[in-house]
């Protein structure tokens, strides 16, 4: 309610700063000091305006009224939905907007009309001693008027919306744990407000100038009227000349803005490229600063990338310190492993996440008691069960320390690793490509790298005996594709 309350106080005020430069200080200057008025009808036209205005306030208030509500209910409303929320975020966006709209429409047409209907009627009732034309000329000066007023409330309102949107985001965040984002409808471009506000306000002296000139001009000779071609002439070049100037200044703005805009979107996709920094305003700092929050990031980055591959080399070491006898195991699989995946055609980002999961495949056997890792002789059916949970345990561990998302994929070939094709695999027994494909990639080279190394209890096999066992095993504990690929790569090296 404190939020409401004072958000109607400041557009209040900013309503009264808007007519009082607008009506009272223009218009009252334009009517009463270049016409020149006999008292009689100065009183009469104070008269109409009284009456206008009372009209057009009325009119304008139940539009704001209308415009106002969605954010009135959700300010004054007690967990107000987020459907409503979202109807007072937006009309927060659009607020500036609507009340241009308010100005231009039942502000413009709540004064002219009813004037220009009373002002016709003392003319026609010789009330009003000037010519029915001076009406249109007041509809051109009301017009200006209105113009001015809305472009100095439009920002004068965008000026204290920050809060107001923050509230509806903040609140939507607590109670829906939604957070909201500017659409296209509430979106308020830069060309538009500068092309309209630089245009306007580079023409309206010109335009009230010529307007009053035009009207003393009416005064002193009604044949003056090749005056008001001249001046007419001069105003379209003026109007030309102004929004070509704004279209300009625009474009200059423009230019830097889409640069960092194209270059952000870039940044969020993972390219970070820095700007050619060929501006000579303040935009040069700016397009300094973003390339110098690149430079930074490319080095964080590089930092952070080299701490992730020390962790990947660091637990695989950790693990092959364990078992003296399955030293270097791990990184010879994740070399097989990576031989294969070229081979395969796999994309470099999907074989730098299959090298890494191939270096921690085993790291859940640091959960596997000594006196069974390390058994020298034949394992025990109880032994061998314990030794079957170390996938599980690997892909609890890395469950356990919150991966992020980017590296999610690692679990499956963690986990999955010794998984048989015709499904006698373990520890889900799924078959086929049921297997996850880091699993049934990882299974043909921990399987050949098992075979080929030394172990306390027997000698490793030469490579073509290994190959010759994986290439007998395709289709039914390997998968016959990768199987395949990895026999013929092998023997081709």
Known sequence: MLLYNKLKKQLLVNHIIGSFLAILGVG??????ILHLPQNEIFILLFIMLISLVFMYGLEFIVYKHDIHPIKVALTGINPSL????????????LPVLTVRRIML??????????SALTFYCIHTNKLQFPCYYIGFAWCGVILISTLHALIEFFLTERILHPLILHFNQTAKKLYHKSFEIGKFEFISIRRKLLLSSAFIAVFPVLLFTLASTLQLSQRASERLNDYWIWSVILIVIVSLSTFCSVLLYENIKKPIYALEKNILQVRRGKMHPIENTYSDEFAYVISGFNNMIQGMKKRDSQNQLLLESFFTVFAA??????????????RVAEYTVKLAKAAGLGPPKIDLLRKSALLH????????DKVLLK????TDEEFEQIKQHPVIGARILEQINLPKELKPLLPGVKYHHERYDGNGYPEGLSGEN?????????????????TSDRPYRKGMPSEKA????????????????AGLFVQIMREN
């Open 467 to 482: 190959l010759s066992i994986i290439h007998s095993g395709k289709g039914t504990q390997w998968d016959p594709y990768y």
């Open 376 to 379: 020298e002789g034949k394992l």
């Open 318 to 331: 950790t693990l092959d310190a364990r078992d003296p006898y399955t030293a270097g195991h791990s990184i």
């Open 435 to 451: 297997i996850p494909l880091f699993g049934r990639i990882m299974a043909v080279a921990d399987a050949y790298d098992a075979m």
């Open 28 to 33: 009252s200057v334009f009517i009463f000091h």
């Open 83 to 94: 459907k409503l929320l979202k109807q007072a975020y937006t009309t927060a966006h659009r």
């Open 362 to 369: 085993d790291i859940g056997k640091i959960g596997i008691k």
């Open 106 to 115: 039942p502000h413009l047409l709540g004064i002219s009309i009813p004037a």
